[in-house]
């Protein structure tokens, strides 16, 4: 194998560091990668959590209010609930005896103690049986019913999902219906963990720090250790089931796996997502959003009757409507051919404005897909590599050609789908990246390391599968793999394939961001 192959350090720096062939001078390389630390390169630490330390954390948080407001634990939690879990609305109250009310852990006009003793019989107002008082239950508003009807009724809210709005069956009554109150009437019935389970994704859904792993069968929860929360960009962290994902998509539920997508912002994704989608292709000859970007409610061109609407299940109304539509949300006028202001057009019928910057778009999204799309197969064969890379280790071992203790081929791999995944979002970032006249330095460094970075990720892949897998067999390119993850793991600087210009495609990604 010729040195110049792989171990090329210097070609790299070449490539990466050099900025002669594009005229740029020292000021603008100042200019262009002068704020490293911007939103893109945020990583902060995650830590990893068992649904039991989670639901300690939320006890704890019930407990400092129930101290603070002199009421259980379980009405605490519910006064938390009803402020989204958030200690700053509970001290901006002025009238905390009105806050209970709201929250409905205090009665607005109590009844007062059923008279008798506890043999006394009742009338439940649900089944209408006669039943003995301590058969019976109320809440803290005095209401009482059987207790079979108090399970029942429960045990429907949580199969509805509907569990911690539960209130009095009382009508008109208030009242909630508490964790321990849950507890009390349910006992240690399937019912009562679901509860439990609900109450728990309620106080992680409103921690801005806290999220579920989306990845399936998995129960961790991550945490944002410096309490930095979600970003308009996302950022990567991993769980210790090994899904890496992007905490904003988990925690707003963007996509199903939230999978990271460095360097595209979330924003960009939901976007790409919709533009890429069968749904969105469907409507797009029917349905688009109003043009006012502080509207953009979604809105359907149809030349139907009111009366006989019939293309409902079509690609396009069959009955033609003029070009002139106005939004019912903002009330703007607009063109539905070019999206823009009506004033100016002619023809309710044909749009007469220059269609060169929407057609310029498409030709970029091919563009852009095309090259997505590429890098999402390179992706998902490498993929298929890795499943089976613990059978072509073990293979080696055995013809006496590696005496490694660890499978180097899987982390090789590994190294060269994260890389194809990270050019895959290169494009996304740049179909929506809207660059300005003055900005053409920043443009011109992200398309070369974009372009170096995919050069070098292929050569890479070619070399695996040729010297490694492949009938020949190089051992100095086991060495080189092996320092690549040795140098990946102690942080990227040095590495000889991969981690030097993915580095180098981060850093061209962050500085044009800043721009």
Not at 76 to 95: P, T
Not at 224 to 251: I, L, M, P, R, Y
Not at 275 to 283: P, V
Not at 416 to 440: H, I
Request: with cysteine; charged share 25%; glycine share 6%.
């Amino acid at each position: 194998m010729d040195e110049d192959d792989l171990d090329e350090s210097s070609e790299f720096d070449d490539d990466f560091g050099d900025a002669s062939s594009l005229n740029v001078s020292e000021d603008d390389m100042n200019s262009v990668w002068g704020n490293q630390d911007c939103e893109f390169s945020r990583r902060p630490a995650c830590e990893v959590l068992s649904e039991e330390s989670s639901w300690k954390m939320m006890m704890e948080k019930s407990a400092e209010l129930s101290s603070l407001l002199e009421v259980g634990e379980d009405q605490a939690a519910a006064i938390l609930r009803h402020c989204k879990w958030n200690m700053e609305r509970v001290y901006e109250s002025d009238d905390f005896v009105k806050l209970k009310i709201r929250a409905g852990v205090a009665p607005e006009h109590p009844l007062p103690p059923p008279r008798g003793g506890s043999d006394r019989e009742i009338t439940c107002s649900i089944c209408e049986m006669t039943s003995p008082v301590s058969e019976c239950y109320s809440l803290i508003c005095g209401h009482l019913f059987c207790k079979d009807c108090w399970k029942g009724y429960l045990t429907a809210k949580v199969e509805e999902y509907n569990s911690l709005d539960c209130k009095c069956m009382q009508r008109g009554c208030k009242a909630i219906v508490t964790q321990k109150d849950f507890s009390y009437l349910l006992n240690s019935s399937d019912a009562l963990m679901q509860y439990k389970v609900h109450a728990l994704n309620n106080f992680i859904m409103n921690d801005p720090n806290l999220v579920r792993c989306p990845a399936p069968g998995c129960n961790f929860v991550l945490r944002c250790v410096d309490g930095s929360g979600t970003s308009s960009s996302g950022w990567e962290c991993e769980c210790q089931c090994g899904h890496v994902f992007c905490f904003n998509c988990a925690k707003n539920h963007y996509t199903a796996l939230a999978v990271t997508h460095y360097p595209a912002l979330c924003s960009n994704m939901r976007a790409w997502e919709e533009k890429t989608s069968s749904t969105a292709k469907y409507f797009s000859l029917r349905k688009k959003p109003c043009p006012n970007k502080k509207c953009g409610i979604p809105i359907v061109k149809c030349g139907c009757p009111p009366n006989n609407i019939i293309c409902n299940n079509k690609e396009y109304c069959p009955n033609q409507a003029c070009n002139h539509l106005i939004c019912p949300n903002c009330r703007m006028e607009f063109c539905w051919i070019c999206g823009r202001e009506w004033q100016g057009h002619g023809d309710y019928y044909k749009c007469n404005k220059d269609l060169s910057d929407d057609l310029e778009e498409q030709e970029r999204f091919k563009e852009c897909y095309l090259r997505y799309d590429s890098h999402d197969k390179s992706l998902r064969t490498v993929r298929d590599k890795i499943a089976h890379s613990d059978e072509l280790f073990q293979q080696l071992c055995e013809e006496g050609k590696t005496s490694q203790h660890s499978n180097f081929i899987k982390e090789a791999e590994e190294e060269v789908a994260r890389c194809y995944q990270t050019l895959k979002y290169t494009y996304v970032y740049l179909f929506f990246k809207r660059y300005r006249e003055n900005e053409k330095i920043q443009k011109q460094l992200f398309q070369t390391h974009q372009g170096s970075l995919e050069k070098f990720t292929d050569k890479l892949q070619e070399k695996i599968e040729k010297e490694v897998t492949g009938k020949t067999y190089n051992s100095q390119l086991e060495e080189s793999l092996i320092q690549l993850k040795a140098s990946s793991r102690a942080g990227g600087s040095g590495c000889l394939t991969i981690e030097q210009p993915a580095g180098a495609c981060k850093r061209a990604v962050a500085a044009a961001a800043t721009a």
